[in-house]
């Protein structure tokens, strides 16, 4: 297990393309680490300096205390999975495995009870002698895993490993990583675009936009306490209701095209003229009676039916509100008028300016 120390690096291709704008990131050993974020925010690029496979511009890249900026990738101690597998065909998966081991001059024998071991390890033993045409997508991934594996590395890197495999089979890749991690205890770093395989696996969750890291925390800190409106939007599905808007005169909350929240739990920041985005998990919305206290009017847009719950997707005064609800026998066709109630206990408040968080719940 290595920890890796990531301190100022930036990443630029030309002299006014800066893409990593000076990243800081402690990965302790042994932990599982995410880096989510959208198409083009760097999380790659990231990836690939701490592999060796990109040049840092400034800053520099440690692991297990040492720095790494001048050091060649197999020099690195880390091990790749890389989104396309990138297996050779004419191989089997004994020599995919091995490949790596043979190129390094390890004896025979070695070789083959370390592709052996890690062949048991992901559930391969059956598939040796076959080649990657022979194999499913799942298959494949874990051959390329395997490889990674029997290099017995102080790093595992993975870019987007998942992305070319169906819903259920992520879903089970995703388990069959998180249970080698734990097996193995080896420091990981896992690229990906998609949240809910960046909930699922994370010890510790970096948030990247733009070049720029939003938020670092455990997945539970950054879904509850999310810094910005920017990972408010990205984390959860389906999205945080965020809503624009100012107070008023009388400290009312204004948002749409007229809707006024009262909201006297944010006495701190109800300045008359401040505008700011409210923001609140459609978990936290229900439906409740008219007249029923902080109830707010609105009107059914549309619902999708997910089973044991729905979402209702609403308009409220010109805001649009999704609100998650277990009563799923009241059919509530498209206009019909409705009331729904924000938790007051889990409101964040960001800035209508910076998008950066106001409230400290």
């Known amino acids: ?19 990593i704008h000076g990243v800081d990131v402690e990965i302790e050993a042994g932990e599982f680490v995410v880096i989510l974020g959208p198409s083009g925010c760097g999380k790659s690029t990231l990836l690939r300096m701490i592999a060796g496979l990109e040049e840092i511009t400034e800053g520099e890249i440690a692991i297990e205390g040492r720095v790494v900026n001048a050091l060649e990738p197999r020099e690195r101690g880390c091990a790749m999975v890389f989104q396309n597998y990138a297996l050779y065909p004419h191989m089997t998966v ?20 370390r592709v052996e071991k890690v062949a048991r390890t992901v559930g391969l033993t059956d598939y040796l002698e076959r080649r990657p045409a022979e194999l499913s997508g799942g298959q494949r991934q874990r051959v390329a895993m395997a490889r990674a594996m029997v290099r017995n590395p102080k790093v595992f890197l993975f870019d987007e490993p998942l992305s070319n495999l169906d819903a259920k089979l992520r879903v089970a890749m995703r ?19 998609d949240q809910t395989e960046a909930m699922t696996l994370a010890d510790k969750l970096i948030i990247m936009n733009g070049g720029i890291v939003e938020q670092i925390g455990a997945p539970t800190e950054v879904y509850n306490h999310p810094a910005s409106r920017f990972v408010a939007d990205f984390i959860g599905s389906p999205a945080m209701n965020l809503l624009e808007g100012e107070f008023d005169a009388d400290g009312h909350f204004v948002h749409g095209s007229g809707g006024r ?52 997707h609403a308009d409220a ?19 019909t008028p409705l009331h ?18 106001l409230t400290t719940h």
């Open 340 to 357: 729904l109630k924000l938790r007051d206990d889990a409101l964040h408040v960001f800035s209508a300016e910076n998008g950066k968080r």
């Open 261 to 312: 929240l009262a909201l006297e739990q944010l006495n701190g920041m109800r300045a008359p003229g401040r505008k700011v985005v409210l923001g609140i998990r459609p978990e936290a919305v229900a439906r409740t009676e008219p007249g029923a206290a902080g109830a707010i009017p609105a009107v059914v847009d549309y619902v999708e039916e997910l089973g044991a719950a729905r979402l209702i």
């Open 317 to 335: 005064n010109g805001s649009r509100i999704i609100a998650v609800d277990a009563d799923t026998t009241t059919h509530l066709p498209s206009g």
């Open 1 to 19: 297990m290595a920890a890796i120390s990531i301190r100022g690096v930036k990443k630029r291709y030309t002299a006014k393309a800066l893409v």
């Open 175 to 193: 388990s069959e990583i998180r249970k080698l991690h734990r097996e193995l205890g080896v420091t990981s770093v896992f690229v990906t675009h």
């Open 94 to 113: 004994r020599q995919n495995i091995g490949y790596a081991l043979k190129v390094a001059r390890v004896a025979k024998p070695e070789r083959e009870a």
